[in-house]
């Protein structure tokens, strides 16, 4: 199709991504709940564009404001400056009507991390690569102090992760409340590194240079912790779903927080890895009860998880280890 509307084509033009007369396809990208997202083609290139929506795609009401869009932006530029072939080219930006445009990666080159898992084929070397990239931008941003004032999103980070993860799954859960807002209190608390916020194997492609990471919207001048435990929350409820590949899946667990923790020196390593494991399992109980709940998982795979995250909050494990244990009982 043509541009979805007179305000995208113009984006084209004044960017230069087009030219006057110059036709464009439009084609809508599935996947995202908080963008639209299009692969365009022109005569000359095929990149694509991204625009925040105001309320995401979800069944409960969830609103968020549109200018994370420029904070995404902005965090692409940091971390494409310490590890660029980790992070898609970036072509033009309208911060005004919350849009940009970037590269486009063919999957053909570009395998999209979460298929890979779901259907059994589990690299632990890629999983380590995403540790160790992850460490690498945290380690570099926990060190550059121009940072904390540029990504002041407190606000946004609270309404799309604090509020929509956590503090909504307090509230289905009232025994466990005073567990996760505490645990959601310590994470709001921590500034110490550029956080991405939605580090998912939805949102990293493994190409031929290493994983990229895509969809930066919650980018936060925050805790590293919440980035690990997001991260590894999917590698443990995915061995629900992927049970032939459980134990290739626990190596990689294992891997990416090994290869991860090996460049946390901004605090102590312990200190992180603790806050880690408070918050794994009270994500995966997010991604039961919360407002993002996972469309993959059936029935009796959410009773079980809900149970296995249950009893892990409640015993409070002190590291990623045992607190993967427990998710997996």
Known sequence: MSAPSPALAAFLLDTKLAAPGEESTWTPLAGGVSSDIWRVTTTAATFCVKRA??????????????????????????????????IPRLLA????????????????????WKSELLAGRVDVGAAARVGDLLGRIHAATARDPSLPARFATDASFHALRIDAYLLATARVHPDL???IEAIAAHTAAAKHALVHGDVSPKNILLGPHGPVLLDAECAWFGDPAFDLAFCLNHLAIKRRVAATAAGALADSFAALARAYLAHVDWEPRAALEARAADLLPALALARVDGKSPLEYLDEPQRAALRAAARAALLAAPRDLAAAQLRLAA
């Not at 420029?70 to 072939?85: F, H, K, L, N, T």
């Not at 930006?93 to 999209?112: I, K, S, V």
């Open 53 to 86: 929506l105001p309320k995401l795609r979800v069944a409960a009401d969830w609103e968020a404001p549109v200018e994370r869009n420029a904070y995404e932006w902005e965090y692409m530029r940091v971390a494409g400056a310490i590890a660029p072939d980790a």
């Open 93 to 112: 930006h309208d911060p005004a009507n919350g849009l940009f445009a970037m590269q486009w990666l063919a999957p053909e080159t570009y395998r999209l």
């Open 177 to 179: 409340a005073p567990r």
